[in-house]
């Protein structure tokens, strides 16, 4: 009944409302509401906020405390997408992603770097959903993403080749960017090159 509450308020759209009904949880129940799996669309509360059209979507200080109450929903997949995966395909602002890795640093339990990682059903890590959104590329995400892959493994997966269309990895679409530069220093996408 409580997560029918909650779902009600997220289909009206009603953030307010939603955000007092969930804080008058205690942290068990808010736990056991957003991990929950409704049986009818079979998804957790937070991939409910997290895959909302960007006409509406929920603040991302929103996103952050029901994402705080189970930081392990961040890791669990609907439809083989984390929250993180919907963010990014919905066009969700930077400060939304933001909201997300920021939890992840903080917990104990959680690894960004398997955040940033982590493969949808089409092999698509949160960097390449963020680039085959072809005309809606959101730059300060692409950005943001990158400079958070400390190792930089995000710019070297490809996703996989289910579709005849030959895919690259995110490099290649960065190093020839005109209008996407990563990091500090660099003043052209050749300057990327040298890094390598």
Known sequence: ANRQVLDNFIRKRAWIAFRDHFCEYSLEDARAIVEYQNNTTHRTLLHSLCDISNSSPPPPDLLYVVAESSPRSLLLQDSGRTPLHLCVIRGYSTRAIISLLRLAEKCDSLDKQHLLLATDSRGYTPLLAA???????????????????????????????????KQHAPLKYIASSESIFVGGGLESPDDLLWFM
């Not at 085959?132 to 995400?141: A, G, K, L, P």
């Not at 993403?145 to 579709?163: C, R, W």
């Open 131 to 165: 680039l085959y959104r072809f005309d809606n590329i959101n730059e300060s995400i692409v950005r943001y993403l990158v400079n958070q892959d400390v190792n930089g493994t995000s710019l070297l997966i490809s996703a996989g080749a289910k579709k005849k269309q």
